[in-house]
């Protein structure tokens, strides 16, 4: 019976490791992105239990199949060595600059929690210049009524469908739009900020449908709106951050799409893993809440903030402009080019 078990357990995470080199958006494929490191450390301890004590009553069968699981771990630790130290940084670390720089929190509130007191602790601990809050309702919006009076600029979408947004500033915000890029009930912003030292920046604040069943099927929308705000962020000449809960992780193949074709950087990149979520459940954790820079910054600090009652940890940022461009960013080809048009368009033509 343990034999059987094994051969299972292994030649499900055989398929698991694989399967999301299947270009399909359904929920069942893309679901498999998420857990690499839990995919590598469950395959370890399967190549373990193959090799010992029982690998040589098996003989030949128990190092092929670690032969096959070994495979997967080396496929598996090069998807996730990026996300660590061992990794070469996109952006480089620089000492932060009140006037140059801009210090932001974002955090998937989780809509039916009512744990309000824990994020104005944070918010005051952190006095941040820029706050973005998704699945905000009214009551939420109430809920943090106690920092508005240190953000007087605030941007209130409360909404009940856990798409709702809430963004708070002490910054001037000299341009904003509003916008329902792939959805109708999924509003996103578009805001240009004043710095201190008077430079202008962009920022896209979004939080686009999960692939999950019984709401979304397919992760045509969730790519198609990332996508579509890379591409947007590509166009503007102005330096810019695309933040927010994107509900898929850094390492996805839709996530290196992005990079590519916005020509944008992952601060995780050569520093860690920074998981937001699940943030009551350890064992299955990944990083969903990003935020992502254009070439003009550097990276002062990056940090995930303590729990809040929400299945998602906060995250916060300290970016600054820099005189020079040393980031190293990610191109993409002509193929990769036409098929980030190419979802962003499924993506559109499926909301139609």
């Not at 094994?6 to 694989?18: E, K, M, N």
């Not at 708070?168 to 916008?179: C, D, G, L, P």
């Not at 193949?253 to 950087?265: D, P, Q």
Request: hydrophobic share 40%; net charge negative.
């Amino acid at each position: 019976m343990g034999y059987i078990l094994l051969r299972v357990f292994s030649a499900f995470f055989i398929f698991a490791t694989f399967f999301p080199l299947v270009k399909l958006d359904y929920w069942w494929v893309r679901i498999f992105d998420y857990p690499r490191l839990q995919k590598f450390i469950f395959i370890l301890i399967m190549i373990a239990l193959w090799l010992a004590p029982f690998g040589s009553a098996i003989g030949l069968e128990a190092y092929i199949w670690s032969g096959l699981l070994g495979i997967c771990a080396i496929y598996l630790i090069g998807k996730v060595v990026p996300f660590t130290i061992l990794g070469k940084k996109m952006i480089e670390t620089v000492p932060y600059s009140e006037e140059a720089g801009i210090h932001i929190l974002v955090g998937n509130v989780y809509q039916y929690n009512t744990n309000y007191h824990k994020v104005v602790s944070l918010v005051q601990s952190e006095n941040p210049d820029l706050i973005f809050f998704v699945e905000t309702d009214k009551a939420w919006e109430n809920g943090l009524s106690d920092i508005e009076k240190d953000y007087p600029t605030q941007i209130k979408l409360p909404m009940d469908n856990t798409y709702g947004l809430l963004l708070y500033t002490r910054m001037e915000i000299v341009r904003q739009e509003i916008n329902y890029l792939i959805d109708e009930e999924v509003p996103s912003l578009e805001i240009d900020v004043k710095l201190r030292n008077g430079e202008i920046i962009t920022i896209y604040a979004i939080h686009p449908t999960p692939p999950v069943p019984g709401e979304n099927e397919t992760s045509t929308e969730r790519d198609a709106e990332i996508l579509l705000v890379g591409k947007k962020s590509k166009e503007n000449t102005k330096p810019s951050l695309v933040i927010g809960d994107l509900n898929d992780v850094a390492w996805s193949y839709t996530s290196k799409l992005f990079l590519k074709n916005s020509e944008m950087a992952d601060p995780r990149r050569g520093r860690g893993l920074f998981n937001t979520f699940h943030a009551k459940v350890p064992l299955f954790r990944w990083p969903l809440d990003h935020i992502f820079l254009s070439k003009h910054f550097g990276l002062a600090s990056l940090q995930v903030q303590k729990a809040i009652g929400s299945d998602h940890f906060p995250i916060s940022i300290k970016a600054v402009l820099t005189p020079t461009d040393n980031t190293d960013t990610i191109k993409a080809n002509g193929d990769e080019k036409q098929e980030a048009q190419e979802k962003i368009s499924r993506g559109l033509d499926e909301e139609d």
